[in-house]
């Protein structure tokens, strides 16, 4: 009798299963901001965010085994200070949202963060460029270039209003990676996660004694605001996860393209209207971050 021949069906690793999660959240994060619109201001949104943040801490709270300090302070500091650094770039973030920007091309322009982490890298570290990374640093100029070309630049503006203040949340998360990398130098993945985090939830307090609330906030505003924060913090959750099992080089880029998450939202869901001048761009954002996330052996240091 021939025995039938079943194909057997691998399950998928759980590193990758975590990365999208994490691209998911974060995809969904990116737009609940333009949801909100004008209901809050943005920095009560960010404020109120937090609160969306205490299941993740306590989650992390709960693994202390892989809470692990090497012992210098200065990991604790890049942790609470990449985590204060990414709050500060969620409010111009939020303001754009908030005053009715396209998020579909406000978040693959954002996302851009990664050029300023290399860039950060280089001039800090030293480290070099390969080919593929100095061609993603070409795209992310092409994009933001492209980016560019509204109307308030065909008048003579050598950079739009939206864009100059859209650069900021990017340069500012991009500082925060590199604070971020430097962290896990020194602690593990679940305690810099924890920590960054932390600085988060301590610059949204300083925000509440400055930023007074509402007098009525409505329950569906509520529900919206926490989503805003739970989204945020359970990507960097699903992030560490994702670390713990497989590749930073692989891991980093997918999550990284939350933005395929992002922009289907906001133009079917939305229903933005994105011109084709922008989804070039956008095409050149993801191509951006795919390549300044691969990295390759400098010379000397591979194995023979």
């Not at 270039?145 to 630049?153: K, R």
């Not at 922009?263 to 989804?279: D, G, N, Q, T, Y």
């Amino acid at each position: 009798m021939n025995r039938s021949i079943t194909p057997e069906i691998l399950p998928m690793p759980r590193w990758f299963l975590w990365t999208v999660a994490a691209m998911l959240s974060w995809g969904v994060w990116a737009v609940l901001g333009k949801v909100i619109g004008d209901g809050l201001t943005a920095a009560q949104s960010q404020a109120l965010s937090s609160l969306g943040f205490l299941p993740v801490m306590l989650a992390l709270c709960m693994s202390r085994q892989r809470l692990i300090w090497g012992g210098h302070r200065w990991g604790v500091f890049y942790a609470v200070a990449g985590g204060a650094v990414s709050c500060l770039g969620n409010l111009p973030y939020y303001d754009l949202l908030s005053r009715g920007e396209k998020a579909a091309a406000v978040v693959p322009l954002t996302a851009l963060a990664p050029l300023v982490t290399v860039v950060l890298a280089v001039v800090v570290l030293h480290e070099r460029l390969n080919r593929i990374q100095l061609v993603g640093v070409a795209l992310s100029l092409v994009a933001i270039y492209l980016f560019n070309l509204t109307s308030e630049s065909r008048e003579g503006k050598m950079v739009s209003g939206w864009l100059a203040y859209a650069l900021i949340p990017m340069a500012l998360w991009g500082l925060a990676g590199f604070l971020s990398k430097l962290a896990t130098v020194h602690l593990s993945g679940e305690l810099a996660a924890l920590l960054v985090l932390g600085g988060f939830v301590l610059v949204s307090g300083f925000i509440l004694i400055f930023e007074p609330l509402p007098g009525a906030i409505s329950p569906r505003l509520w529900a919206l605001v926490v989503a805003l924060g739970l989204t945020l913090a359970f990507g960097n959750y699903a992030v560490v996860l994702a670390y713990s099992t497989g590749k930073a080089s692989v891991i980093t880029p997918l999550a990284g393209l939350y933005m395929l998450v992002s922009v289907p939202i906001a133009v079917f869901f939305l229903e933005e209207k994105v011109e084709l001048r922008e989804w070039i761009s956008v095409g050149c954002a993801v191509l951006a971050v795919l390549t300044l996330s691969i990295e390759t052996p400098a010379q000397g240091t591979e194995k023979k």
